[in-house]
DNA sequence: TCAACCTCCCTTACAACGTAAGCTTACGTT
DNA sequence: AACGTAAGCTTACGTTGTAAGGGAGGTTGA
């Protein structure tokens, strides 16, 4: 499938892999399927990954990189914003990335200059290393979460009604739900809708409150 | 293992594999090691679950139940406060819950319970619904995202020194990464420090960043 | 009363997975 | 030409989720 002739390299290796996770779903990526997809047997794959382990660690470190970095020019907080939108984009586009991110304890280069770039903005923008500490926390965390949530939100995925599904629609019906049922009918099936569009309210409160905080510290 | 005589419910079932994924994380849980621990056949779960997405979706209600309800007789903040605090408790306690919940679709009855309550709450204390999906939408990213951090922390988890890390460890002597190199020496390493400390610090920048949404909106 | 029928457990079996082990091939050096 | 190394291949194994079917015991309807 790979219509690069000659040797393969580990990079293409989890270009790849990104592909086909972004295509079919991460559960779907079987080292024979990542095989196939590169025209070699699954085995020759770990003449470039140790282990699976390592090509999801890879993979991470590959959507790290797609990660706008802070350029440095602008003041911090339009920087921190454009870095923080860019996330999250990235995030969205590789929908299982944010949940791979859990057992991955062994961050690659990639990601690790990202995270020492966003440091050295905060630092540069005159925060103390504790609070750029809580800023970083605070602005990550929002991504990760909002991105987090994003992914699971289809309410039913076209799947067949199950049981469990029929179960709980019944109990929506029984108006067990009253809030979350208000919240949907006057709220998110309004046409237009789209939750990615919170994103930007809750960024900007974050970042107005770290700036209150870095003006009065 | 199961010391109750009789016969299995889905609850026991549920309860069994969360005690399983606590203990040895979630990649190690497995229909035959619940058998075990239940003392039935592998085969004989699907008694009770309907297939292991099934089990698994059960276990993330079972988690949402153990997260405290906001109790509506404080005003909303406190409450809202209260209820951030124990989610990220029991996030914590179960550490394999925040990356389950990606693909998870389907909520389960507690779940929806859960979101209600909250959902009630903010509407009750005079939000309109849209900032109601603003403040909800902002609060659990945060809390979500703050979990995922947390169990993704610890830098290297004990095990051998692989050749990546090594490559790593490398890069970082070389000043590559000055700013996390900062941090970590002048704030993580000190004695005392606690990631999950961060938490209350960003938790009670949103709540102030909404009540003063709340006010002047 | 007795036969039909659940419910909950069992055993057997299978395809798909990650990967250990060992072999072959092709190229860059010398 | 000789050789080391990198990158491919084949074979094989243990583990996974679960399809298929069987059987024991309790419940129900006629």
Redesign the interface.
């Known amino acids: 499938m790979s219509d690069s002739r000659g040797r393969l390299n580990r990079d293409q290796v989890l270009r790849a892999a990104v592909a086909l996770a972004d295509a079919n ?1 991460l ?1 779907s990526l079987t080292m024979r399927k990542l095989g196939v997809e590169l025209g070699i047997e699954a085995m020759s794959l770990y003449n470039h990954v ?1 282990n699976k382990v ?1 090509l999801l ?1 890879g993979m991470i470190d590959c959507v790290f990189a797609e990660i706008e970095l802070p350029a440095g020019e602008a003041d911090w907080k339009t920087a921190a914003r454009r870095r923080a939108i860019s996330a999250r984009e990235v995030l969205s586009r590789h ?2 990335a ?12 990639k990601t ?2 990202h ?3 966003v ?2 903005l905060l ?1 540069g923008a005159g925060f103390s ?2 609070m ?3 800023a970083y ?2 602005m ?7 991105a ?2 994003e ?2 939100l ?4 076209g799947e067949s009604t ?1 049981k ?2 029929q ?2 629609m019944a ?1 929506f019906a029984a108006g ?5 049922t ?2 949907a009918t ?3 099936m309004r046409p237009g809708y789209d ?1 990615g569009d ?1 994103f930007e ?2 960024l900007d ?2 970042l ?3 700036e209150r ?1 870095v003006s009065t510290g």
């Open positions: 779903g559960e140790a390592d660690d929908r299982w944010t949940a791979l991110m859990e057992s991955r304890t062994s961050p690659g280069p690790l200059r995270h020492d770039a440091l050295g630092r290393i504790e750029a500490a809580h926390s605070l990550d965390s929002y991504i990760y979460g909002f987090l949530q992914t699971s289809p309410f039913d995925s199950t469990a599904a179960a709980i109990r067990e739900y009253p809030n979350l208000e919240l006057q709220h998110v939750y919170e309210y809750g409160l974050i107005d409150g770290l905080a």
